[in-house]
């Protein structure tokens, strides 16, 4: 009966962290660039033969691969990837990969984004523009030209976020080795003009969120009804005066 305890409470933790999950997505749904979190769960076996018990896992969270919608907004610095990569930013805590293009210029000519954190170029140096000739003109391969001269190259690079990977702000993911700049790949470029929304289905994680909810409630009744049993049974079973 104890066993049946524990077993429902690794559900509850599991589901709690699931519940904690679908929630950020909900919350992010309409963050540019935002990449939707996955969980992983799996059995965790003690004991043997007929007398082993499955456990719920606490669970490993995963990054959603599909590509969020491009949405077209004639801003010249607003960049969205096509493809498998991501831009690289330079922030106090070393480099960042983002999906969010969302990008503008500084009075001395620095590229940096939304948030104010410089933009990488291939070689993982920050992207300077001449401020004097106005918005850049991005090629399909992320090269940056002003006034018909190449000035720059926007870094996209691919690298594996892994199990429960660190993000940084709402968009950013903080690597956990060093990034790879893409090169020479054709399924791989940038559009100018255009910024990538989000890749959370609103209606599919509402769903996901309110099925959770019940698991985690209907958890709750068993485990109340258990402990019941246990204490009844202790009663029954206990000396009498």
Do not use: C
Request: glycine share 10%; net charge negative; no cysteine.
């Amino acid at each position: 009966m104890q066993d049946g305890l524990y077993v429902a409470l690794s559900s509850q933790i599991a589901l709690e962290r699931r519940l904690t999950t679908i929630a950020d997505n909900v919350a992010n749904s309409s963050t540019a660039g935002f990449r939707a979190t996955g969980i992983r769960f799996e059995d965790v076996v003690r004991g043997s033969g007929d007398k082993s018990v499955s456990f719920a896992s606490t669970g490993n969270t995963y990054l959603s691969t599909k590509n969020g919608a491009l949405r077209q907004t004639d801003n010249a610095f607003d960049f969205a990837i096509q493809g498998d990569a991501w831009f690289a930013l330079d922030t106090p805590v070393g480099t960042v990969m983002t999906r969010d293009g969302r990008f503008t210029m500084l009075e001395t000519g620095q590229l940096v984004s939304i948030e104010g954190h410089p933009v990488l170029d291939p070689g993982g140096a920050p992207i300077q523009l001449d401020p004097r000739n106005g918005p850049p003109k991005a090629g399909a391969d992320g090269t940056l030209r002003q006034n018909d001269a190449l000035v720059a190259s926007i870094g996209l690079y691919e690298f594996d976020p892994g199990e429960d990977f660190q993000r940084f702000g709402n968009s950013g993911i903080i690597p956990s080795g060093a990034p790879e700049a893409v090169v020479d790949r054709n399924d791989v470029g940038v559009a100018q003009g255009f910024i990538e929304d989000s890749n959370v289905n609103p209606v599919l994680e509402m769903s996901n969120l309110i099925a959770v909810q019940r698991s985690f409630e209907n958890i709750s009744a068993a485990m109340r009804a258990t402990d019941q049993s246990l204490s009844d049974a202790i009663s029954a079973l206990g000396p009498t005066k």
